[in-house]
């Protein structure tokens, strides 16, 4: 099946810093890729829809500014966490649709992101 | 508005057969996704349906209704491994997919 790359698995980071996260389609292209965040516990949290040459889609309540998000090709797509904050720490998730016959969705292995 | 069911919770036995009931509403429909997940890991995709009727792979099935709104997987010969969250996530007009919170599946010796 299809193989979507996430990395890094863990990070630990210092309040204030920025953490990037990359997602990668490695044997199909992705135009449209997700980003997600969700909390012990609870179900998945759709952050922003990512569109590949366009600007993301960030769903309600979710700061763009703070969330940067950058698709610059089919294969790749970037979650930023800018000033970093302990509240920011969670396991953020991205899947990459494939398109076809038969649409699917596809998820990276996840990072989880510890700010201290 | 836009709302997946799903039980909380189920308990079953090694070697049994368990059901995992959805149903939803959404704004259009586009299909049906299965997902698996254990603690702290990312979903594995399960299965997708997209037409009424019953698909099968492996010890995993899963049924949908588009008229009921009502989707189920089943799953055969339960394993240890099989302890995990079990996500229902239709796919809508948009080709968004709603999440759930998920079935948790407790499996016992």
């Known amino acids: 099946g299809a193989v979507v790359s996430q990395h890094p698995s863990w990070v630990i980071c210092k309040s204030g810093t920025s953490v990037k996260i990359e997602c990668r389609s490695l044997?199909?292209?992705?135009?449209?890729m997700f980003w997600y965040r969700q909390f012990p516990k609870q179900s998945l949290m759709l952050m922003a829809t990512?569109?590949?040459?366009?600007?993301?889609?960030?769903e309600q309540g979710v700061e763009k500014d703070k969330f940067l998000i950058n698709h610059a090709s089919l294969t790749l797509s970037t979650l930023t966490v800018t000033s970093a904050h302990p509240e920011d720490s969670s396991f953020y998730i991205c899947?990459?649709?494939?398109?076809?016959?038969?649409?699917?969705?596809?998820f990276g292995s996840g990072t989880q992101l510890s700010v201290l | 508005g836009q709302n997946i069911d799903q039980p909380t919770e189920m308990t079953a036995t090694e070697g049994a057969i368990v059901q995992i009931n959805c149903t939803y509403q959404t704004s259009g429909f586009n299909g049906l996704f299965w997902y698996q997940q254990h603690a702290g890991e990312a979903p594995t995709f399960l299965s997708y349906?997209?037409l009424d009727g019953l698909e099968e792979k492996g010890r995993f099935s899963s049924f949908l209704s588009r008229s009921k709104g009502y989707s189920y997987l089943l799953l055969k010969e339960l394993q240890m491994k099989d302890s995990a969250s079990y996500l229902c996530a239709p796919m809508d007009s948009n080709y968004q997919l709603i999440w759930g919170a998920g079935t948790k599946l407790i499996i016992k010796p």
């Open positions: 349906n997209v």
């Open positions: 044997d199909f292209q992705a135009t449209t």
């Open positions: 899947s990459a649709r494939q398109g076809g016959e038969h649409e699917k969705l596809f």
């Open positions: 990512s569109n590949e040459g366009s600007k993301a889609t960030y």
